[in-house]
């Protein structure tokens, strides 16, 4: 069932936000709600957004914070575990089951190690928290229909001595099994990302197979076939080993003839430097983009660096899923006068943006990359000549429009932000002029308020952004900037609507200002407090009970040339500070 709802992370916002839209049949998107996610500071952060029920969904980070949330934009923070490691924590959401599943790497009695943490969708209750195995890559991690869990794992940097095969987790007894495969990994460095692809729904894997490189030579040309295998992620048997493409000189700039040479040669049983070997190991997985099953066909795609393509069909699960069949080797190519189509994804949920490949409909393929390229595989079928080619048209899919209210536009949008255009952010004499603007415009506040929201960004000449916190860091200790912030400061504690103006959901507008102002000199808490004193708390109190009184404390509370100044800015703070964290 198709949700009437979609999760989306905008791209290029000042902040981390998550939106709620439906979708229109012009192929625009109605937004419902846009809420910040304060925690996060990227939107790659984001491993997972996605619906478990008609109404509910959760939200998982890389860096370890997990939310509820429900269509009524009501949103919670779950859990937030302390993650390590470069890649951070790994989300895996069970609908079947209701459950929720999330490995980190975490810090576990003064060593770095693998956990695995499980809830109950129900009540959100904690269900399981295990060890895992040593040096996991947890971000491999994928679920088995019979409920266990799979962890791909390589063996050995080096070599001669490198294994693969699947770490196999109970989740319910926490044991832990190891199951070697009978072929070699690649390499040692390469990602895995795009080079495995893993179906939870039929329990195969298919991955790169190098225990051997067919090769055809020809005085004019070195060609070497890539090979593909696939696992029965049950029995860890392979069910068959198959040569998909031909990579030779028309495949050049995806692999030069060095490369093919070096990998003639190891395969030859030639003496070959290991590191040598390694490096053309690496480039000759590296020339597949990426691999993905097909949802509601025994078949998946395979997709390379030069945008190729192939289809595979498998058997029946009776047969074994035996492989059926290859395609034609698929060329995709813009049509001359196209227009672009609707977001052709402008009905799947956040996650989903993820997949490089993704089937649309029997006539529609999605490569996503930077773009996404719509390609017509209406005439793609089984074909017995391994060397055809099949030439096949794309267009472009657009991001989806939204329709929205000019409130949430003001609110939401690039068009509510109090943009300062300057020369050079390099310049000393430009960043002063950014806050002659700023100070200029909180004389006339009313004219400059966006709805409730005033949030600048700063913008030079060559398109170089800064946020209000960047800038201000930027320009304080230069002569006559302090005094300026301390005017704009002013200027908004005077303003009759200063209460409710917002510089993003959890910030009252000039609070990174204030920030800056508290750290750079004593003489200016006054105006802090006064400041403090004008804000809505119950709104926008936390990051300065989080960030700026903790900073005030830590720079003048402990110092006795400052201690009278200190304790009579803390006798002037609403109760609401004083009463509950100081």
């Known amino acids: 069932m198709t949700l009437p709802f979609i999760l989306h992370i905008p791209s290029a916002t000042l902040a981390v936000e998550l939106q709620l839209l439906s979708p229109?049949?012009?192929?625009?998107?109605?937004?419902?709600?846009?809420?910040?996610?304060?925690?996060?500071?990227?939107?790659?952060?984001?491993?997972?957004?996605?619906?478990?029920?008609?109404?509910?969904?959760?939200?998982?980070?890389?860096?370890?914070?997990?939310?509820?949330?429900?269509?009524?934009?009501?949103?919670?923070?779950?859990?937030?575990?302390?993650?390590?490691?470069?890649?951070?924590g790994k989300g895996w959401l069970d609908k079947t089951r209701q459950e929720f599943w999330y490995a980190i790497t975490a810090e576990m009695d003064d060593e770095q190690g693998d956990r695995l943490y499980g809830w109950s969708l129900r009540d959100w209750s904690l269900i399981a928290e295990m060890q895992l195995p040593e040096y996991l890559d947890i971000q491999q991690l994928h679920r088995r229909s019979d409920s266990n869990f799979l962890f791909y794992h390589k063996r050995s940097r080096e070599l001669h001595k490198r294994s693969q095969g699947f770490w196999v987790i109970n989740p319910v007894t926490a044991e832990a099994d190891y199951h070697a495969l009978d072929s070699l990994p690649a390499?040692?460095?390469?990602?895995?990302?795009?080079?495995?692809?893993?179906?939870?729904?039929?329990?195969?894997?298919?991955?790169?197979?190098?225990?051997?490189?067919?090769?055809?030579?020809?005085?004019?040309?070195?060609?070497?076939g890539f090979q593909l295998q696939l696992i029965?992620?049950?029995?860890?048997?392979?069910?068959?080993?198959?040569?998909?493409?031909?990579?030779?000189?028309?495949?050049?700039?995806?692999?030069?003839?060095?490369?093919?040479?070096?990998?003639?040669?190891?395969?030859?049983?030639?003496?070959i430097d290991d590191d040598e070997v390694e490096d053309a190991l690496e480039d000759w997985v590296d020339t597949l983009k990426g691999i993905r099953f097909c949802d509601n066909e025994d078949a998946c795609w395979v997709c390379w660096k030069d945008g190729g393509l192939r289809k595979i069909y498998l058997s029946h699960p009776q047969q074994?899923?035996?492989?059926?069949?290859?395609?034609?080797?698929?060329?995709?190519?813009?049509?001359?006068?196209?227009q672009d189509l609707p977001n052709?994804?402008?009905?799947?949920?956040?996650?989903?943006?993820?997949?490089?490949?993704?089937t649309l409909s029997e006539q529609q393929l999605a490569v996503i990359d930077f773009d996404i390229k719509v390609v017509d595989i209406s005439k793609v079928k089984p074909c017995d000549n391994e060397s055809a080619q099949l030439m096949v048209s794309y267009q472009h899919g657009k991001q989806a429009e939204l329709d929205m209210s000019e409130i949430y536009r003001m609110a939401y949008t690039q068009e509510g932000l109090n943009v300062i255009?300057?020369?050079?952010?390099?310049?000393?004499?430009?960043?002063?002029?950014?806050?002659?603007?700023?100070?200029?415009?909180?004389?006339?506040?009313?004219?400059?308020?966006?709805?409730?929201?005033?949030?600048?960004?700063?913008?030079?000449?060559?398109?170089?952004?800064?946020?209000?916190?960047?800038?201000?860091?930027m320009a304080i200790k230069l002569p006559g900037a302090a005094e300026l912030m301390v005017q704009m400061v002013e200027d908004f504690c005077a303003y009759a609507d200063a209460y409710s103006l917002r510089s993003s959901q959890h910030k009252a507008a000039l609070s990174d200002i204030v920030s800056t102002l508290a750290e750079f000199d004593i003489a200016h808490l006054a105006l802090v407090s006064r400041y403090l004193n004008t804000i809505d708390l119950g709104r926008f109190g936390a990051c300065h009970i989080q960030h700026t009184l903790p900073l005030i404390q830590q720079k003048y509370g402990q110092s006795l040339l400052n201690k009278l100044k200190y304790n009579k800015f803390i006798k002037s703070l609403p109760a609401e500070l004083t009463n509950t964290h100081l």
């Open 187 to 224: 390499a040692g460095r390469f990602k895995t990302r795009n080079m495995l692809a893993l179906c939870p729904k039929r329990d195969l894997a298919l991955l790169p197979c190098v225990d051997a490189l067919p090769c055809k030579e020809s005085d004019a040309d070195l060609q070497l």
């Open 344 to 358: 052709p994804l402008n009905q799947v949920a956040f996650n989903q943006y993820g997949y490089h490949l993704q």
């Open 421 to 473: 255009n300057i020369d050079y952010l390099a310049l000393p004499n430009c960043l002063l002029e950014g806050l002659r603007q700023m100070q200029q415009r909180m004389a006339c506040l009313a004219e400059h308020v966006k709805g409730n929201r005033l949030e600048w960004l700063v913008e030079d000449r060559d398109g170089s952004q800064r946020t209000e916190a960047e800038f201000a860091a």
């Open 320 to 338: 074994d899923y035996q492989l059926a069949g290859v395609s034609a080797l698929v060329k995709p190519t813009q049509l001359d006068e196209s």
């Open 24 to 88: 229109l049949p012009d192929g625009r998107n109605t937004l419902h709600w846009q809420l910040e996610l304060s925690e996060l500071r990227s939107e790659h952060d984001i491993s997972l957004a996605e619906f478990y029920n008609d109404a509910e969904f959760v939200v998982a980070a890389t860096t370890g914070q997990i939310y509820k949330g429900n269509v009524e934009g009501e949103l919670s923070l779950v859990s937030s575990l302390p993650v390590m490691g470069i890649d951070g």
């Open 232 to 271: 029965d992620l049950n029995s860890f048997n392979t069910l068959w080993v198959s040569t998909v493409r031909w990579l030779g000189n028309d495949t050049e700039q995806m692999l030069d003839i060095e490369v093919r040479q070096t990998l003639k040669a190891y395969y030859a049983g030639e003496e």
